[in-house]
């Protein structure tokens, strides 16, 4: 079992920057790829950034050169650094971890809220 609790989200203007984090707690070896997720309003839940355990990273076209994700091992918290946001970025953020390795190893936190104004 794994929880995940998200934090950082807000209202911030075009432009601008916002770091999301992820707590994570649980068992910590039950998935080896860490990654975060946005739904805007109307829209399904689309990938944002994933990480796996090995270091590979992975970003959706619209988010490439804009957003790092990151792990701190020390403090088990998984990061979303946004930076040059703009209104298409607005949407609730949510933390997943999963195992490829086993399809029910599938977490998610309860999401956090970003909007970017014009």
């Known amino acids: 079992q794994v929880t995940l609790v998200e934090s950082g989200g807000g209202l911030v203007q075009a432009g601008g920057s916002l770091r999301l984090s992820c707590a994570v707690s649980?068992?910590?070896?039950?998935?080896?790829?860490m990654g975060w997720y946005r739904q805007a309003p109307g829209k399904e839940r689309e990938l944002v950034a994933e990480?796996?355990?090995?270091?590979?990273?992975n970003y959706s076209d619209s988010v490439k050169g804009r957003f790092t994700i990151s792990r701190d091992t020390a403090k088990n918290t998984i990061l979303l650094l946004m930076n040059n946001l703009t209104p298409e970025d607005t949407g609730v953020y949510y933390c997943?971890?999963?195992?490829?390795?086993?399809?029910?190893?599938?977490?998610w936190g309860q999401g956090t809220q970003v909007t970017v104004s014009s």
């Open positions: 649980g068992n910590l070896f039950s998935f080896n790829v």
């Open positions: 997943n971890t999963r195992a490829t390795w086993l399809q029910s190893n599938d977490y």
């Open positions: 990480m796996r355990t090995s270091g590979r990273t």
